[in-house]
Nanobody
């Protein structure tokens, strides 16, 4: 089992920045690919970004490329999502997720991830 706890969400004005953190406990963190999903009201849960276990393989949704950066610190069992130049359309609940595996091919579908955090709200005002 892997337990995931997100933090760092909040209210920010358009153009601002937030950094989300996801602390993992349980089984060995480093052998899991980690992802950040988001879900707005009435919409599906979509992958925003993901990172393989070495940190060398990453994925970004087109909508966040150039604005968001994912990183991980395996010594601290933590994955981060730095979000810059935030837009109102980034408003959503953000979820951290984990799937066992190196992530040489990044899993992009929610059903592929085995473990989920409780979510953290990000609200971007215009």
């Amino acid at each position: 089992q892997v337990q995931l706890v997100e933090s760092g969400g909040g209210l920010v004005q358009a153009g601002g920045s937030l950094r989300l953190s996801c602390a993992a406990s349980g089984r060995t963190f480093s052998i899991y690919t980690m992802g950040w999903f988001r879900q707005a009201p009435g919409k599906e849960r979509d992958l925003v970004s993901a990172i393989g276990w070495t940190g060398g393989n990453t994925y970004y949704a087109d909508s966040v490329k150039g604005r968001f950066t994912i990183s991980r610190d395996n010594a601290r069992n933590t994955v981060y999502l730095q979000m810059n130049s935030l837009k109102p359309e980034d408003t959503a609940v953000y979820y951290c997720a984990a799937v066992r595996g190196a992530g040489f091919i990044i899993a992009t579908m929610a059903h592929q991830y085995n473990y989920w955090g409780q979510g953290t709200q990000v609200t971007v005002s215009s």
